[in-house]
């Protein structure tokens, strides 16, 4: 289970070089276009306008390739499904259904598109059609994948049902698209909505979304009018080698202070898992005493791998009924007591039925995966790790 991959993207170069082949062609054809050259998530990164061509190209241009790109097909495929009846397609998402925009591509892969505005459809795209067979050049990039934007969002989704609240919280990738949402069944509803504004900011501006929140707040309002941003804290970047890939974001908990720091847990779940897997040596981890201590004053994630998780746990009273449909839990208690609920059934906030176990400094418990458990006393505080491997 990857957590990154490799993507590639057109680069500044095979920009030009896009560029470069469809101007000769529109040149050729004697065509006044405006032809425009966007990334893989339809954000543009070159523009072209030749002699004489109307203004209003310039965002049709744009609209095109972004189409062909987000789409991964020649924005002619949309037009000729709106032409044959299909009128629903003028109202996907992001789409402008008109002919000539084109996907750039390596093998299979879309790494960005060309459109071109000013002709007939036609003549639009022979023009992007030339820019597409252009020998350009590309940069490979780290991408999140969907098991690593999946690992970063349950890692949050772990913490806030320890602490007992349920924001909804969303990963997206570099583009700020939606890759993974964990969704509680008491979350509430307007938050899945925010929580993916909130990932996308600090995804496509490259920094925490409280950065937006403290500038509209402290005397800069204009940051309101920043596209597609958010000014609400709970975003946070997922960096790999200095690289954003992605984000997550966090909605719903109980204050806007606690989506950020559960939005930064993630982030930093992440990142140790990342380097766990990929950063070379045998991918041990090592937690110094100072650490564990630090980590015990609130509870919270030491570790999360693809495959297992380390938690430094601290109760200070009973807690909700919990069961795991994927996860078996090893808990080895480090000061304390406590006693637990095995079995039986989930009836609301306790469990039915059951066994009970005490347990104290020393003692270790095992919790297979499907199995109800709940803490129904604890010493305050009552420390505890917890190794939550896959099942």
Same mark, same amino acid.
């Given at each position: 289970?990857?957590?990154?991959?490799?993507?590639?993207?057109?680069?500044?170069?095979?920009?030009?070089?896009?560029?470069?082949?469809?101007?000769?062609?529109?040149?050729?054809?004697?065509?006044?276009?405006?032809?425009?050259?966007?990334?893989?998530?339809?954000?543009?990164? $070159?523009?072209?306008?030749?002699? $004489?061509?109307?203004?209003?190209?310039?965002?049709?241009?744009?609209?095109?390739?972004?189409?062909?790109? *987000?789409?991964?097909?020649?924005?002619?495929?949309?037009?000729?499904?709106?032409?044959?009846?299909?009128?629903?397609?003028?109202?996907?998402?992001?789409?402008?259904?008109?002919?000539?925009?084109?996907?750039?591509?390596?093998?299979?892969?879309?790494? $960005?598109?060309?459109?071109?505005?000013?002709?007939?459809?036609?003549?639009?795209?022979? *023009?992007?059609?030339?820019?597409?067979?252009?020998?350009?050049?590309?940069?490979?990039?780290?991408?999140?994948?969907?098991?690593?934007?999946?690992?970063?969002?349950?890692?949050?989704?772990?913490?806030?049902?320890?602490?007992?609240?349920?924001?909804?919280?969303?990963?997206?990738?570099?583009? +700020?698209?939606?890759?993974?949402?964990?969704?509680?069944?008491?979350?509430?509803?307007?938050?899945?909505?925010? &929580?993916?504004?909130?990932?996308?900011?600090?995804?496509?501006?490259?920094?925490?979304?409280?950065?937006?929140?403290?500038?509209?707040?402290?005397?800069?309002?204009?940051?309101?009018?920043?596209?597609?941003?958010?000014?609400?804290?709970?975003?946070?970047?997922? &960096?790999?080698?200095?690289?954003?890939? +992605?984000?997550? +974001?966090?909605? +719903?908990?109980?204050?806007?202070?606690?989506?950020?720091?559960?939005?930064?847990? $993630?982030?930093?779940?992440?990142?140790?898992?990342?380097?766990?897997?990929?950063?070379?040596?045998?991918?041990?981890?090592?937690?110094?005493?100072?650490?564990?201590?630090?980590?015990?004053?609130?509870?919270?994630?030491?570790?999360?791998?693809?495959?297992?998780?380390?938690?430094?746990?601290?109760?200070?009273?009973?807690?909700?009924?919990?069961?795991?449909?994927?996860?078996?839990?090893?808990?080895?208690?480090?000061?304390?007591?406590? &006693?637990?609920?095995?079995?039986?059934?989930?009836?609301?906030?306790?469990?039915?039925?059951?066994?009970?176990?005490?347990?104290?400094?020393?003692?270790?418990?095992?919790?297979?995966?499907?199995?109800?458990?709940?803490?129904?006393?604890?010493?305050?505080?009552?420390?505890?790790?917890?190794?939550?491997?896959?099942?």
């Amino acid at each position: 289970m990857k957590l990154i991959r490799t993507r590639r993207v057109v680069d500044e170069a095979g920009v030009q070089a896009v560029l470069d082949a469809a101007e000769d062609k529109a040149r050729e054809q004697g065509s006044r276009v405006v032809i425009a050259v966007v990334e893989p998530s339809g954000e543009l990164i $070159g523009l072209r306008r030749t002699p $004489g061509a109307q203004v209003a190209s310039s965002r049709v241009a744009l609209d095109k390739a972004r189409t062909a790109a *987000i789409f991964v097909r020649p924005s002619r495929e949309m037009e000729e499904q709106v032409t044959a009846g299909r009128l629903g397609a003028l109202a996907l998402h992001g789409a402008s259904c008109l002919t000539g925009g084109i996907p750039l591509k390596v093998g299979d892969e879309v790494v $960005g598109a060309v459109g071109t505005s000013g002709e007939t459809p036609d003549e639009d795209e022979a *023009i992007s059609i030339a820019g597409a067979q252009a020998e350009f050049s590309t940069a490979e990039l780290p991408a999140l994948t969907y098991d690593g934007a999946r690992m970063a969002a349950e890692a949050v989704g772990a913490e806030a049902a320890r602490r007992g609240v349920h924001p909804v919280v969303s990963a997206v990738d570099a583009g +700020g698209a939606l890759v993974y949402l964990v969704r509680p069944d008491t979350a509430q509803v307007a938050s899945v909505e925010v &929580t993916t504004d909130k990932a996308r900011t600090a995804a496509i501006y490259r920094r925490p979304s409280k950065d937006f929140e403290e500038q509209a707040s402290g005397g800069r309002p204009s940051a309101l009018h920043l596209a597609r941003a958010v000014p609400l804290q709970g975003g946070i970047p997922l &960096t790999v080698d200095g690289e954003v890939i +992605g984000a997550i +974001g966090v909605s +719903g908990a109980t204050s806007a202070d606690e989506d950020q720091e559960l939005a930064l847990i $993630g982030a930093e779940a992440f990142s140790a898992a990342v380097s766990s897997q990929n950063g070379g040596g045998n991918g041990a981890a090592f937690f110094p005493k100072a650490k564990l201590q630090e980590t015990f004053e609130t509870g919270g994630l030491l570790l999360e791998t693809p495959g297992y998780k380390i938690d430094a746990g601290r109760r200070v009273g009973p807690g909700a009924p919990e069961l795991h449909e994927r996860e078996v839990d090893v808990m080895r208690v480090v000061s304390g007591s406590a &006693t637990i609920v095995t079995g039986g059934e989930i009836r609301g906030d306790r469990i039915e039925g059951g066994e009970e176990h005490r347990l104290s400094e020393g003692d270790v418990l095992a919790i297979p995966s499907r199995v109800p458990h709940q803490f129904v006393e604890a010493s305050d505080p009552f420390l505890y790790f917890v190794v939550k491997v896959e099942d």
